[in-house]
């Protein structure tokens, strides 16, 4: 069995998750069933499905934050995706620089929050994209 750690993620990022389609079944049927045995995603969208399906959600100021309980592999995977994102989105027009860095922060609250309330987060970066691994034992 895996423990689990606590994934926060800010409206920001949760956005970026929901414009690309990677939360099935959001707003109203969020469920990891949903994902076909055959979707390229199907990693990426069985762990945001798993997670958004239990997320509390809490305002924060003008934003809001999103918490729950998940596998690090899960964790993994959806910080991955996130800095995917943000190191595509950094090399295009001003605008979408912007919106990388709005990423990158999130992600750096992310992790931040994963080390004060987990086993800690690896992170590897190689030029324009970073990799991050939640480190967490099987039991």
């Given at each position: 069995?895996t423990?689990?750690?606590?994934?926060?993620?800010?409206?920001?990022?949760?956005?970026?998750?929901?414009?690309?389609?990677?939360?099935?079944?959001?707003?109203?049927?969020?469920?990891?069933?949903?994902?076909?045995?055959?979707?390229?995603?199907?990693?990426?969208?069985?762990?945001?499905?798993?997670?958004?399906?239990?997320?509390?959600?809490?305002?924060?100021?003008?934003?809001?934050?999103?918490?729950?309980?998940?596998?690090?592999?899960?964790?993994?995977?959806?910080?991955?995706?996130?800095?995917?994102a943000?190191?595509?989105?950094?090399?295009?027009?001003?605008?979408?620089?912007?919106?990388?860095?709005?990423?990158?922060?999130?992600?750096?609250?992310?992790?931040?929050?994963?080390?004060?309330?987990?086993?800690?987060?690896?992170?590897?970066?190689?030029?324009?994209?970073?990799?991050?691994t939640?480190?967490?034992?099987?039991?």
């Open positions: 069995m423990d689990l750690v606590q994934l926060k993620l800010s409206g920001t990022l949760l956005g970026i998750l929901v414009d690309n389609a990677h939360i099935p079944g959001y707003p109203t049927n969020v469920d990891p069933e949903l994902v076909d045995s055959d979707d390229p995603d199907r990693e990426l969208h069985a762990a945001t499905a798993r997670w958004y399906s239990i997320a509390t959600t809490q305002r924060v100021g003008h934003g809001t934050r999103h918490v729950a309980p998940v596998a690090p592999r899960d964790a993994s995977e959806i910080l991955n995706y996130l800095s995917s943000a190191g595509a989105l950094a090399t295009g027009d001003a605008d979408a620089r912007r919106e990388a860095r709005r990423i990158e922060a999130g992600l750096a609250g992310a992790v931040a929050y994963l080390r004060r309330n987990g086993p800690g987060v690896k992170v590897v970066s190689d030029g324009m994209f970073t990799t991050y939640v480190l967490g034992g099987e039991s």
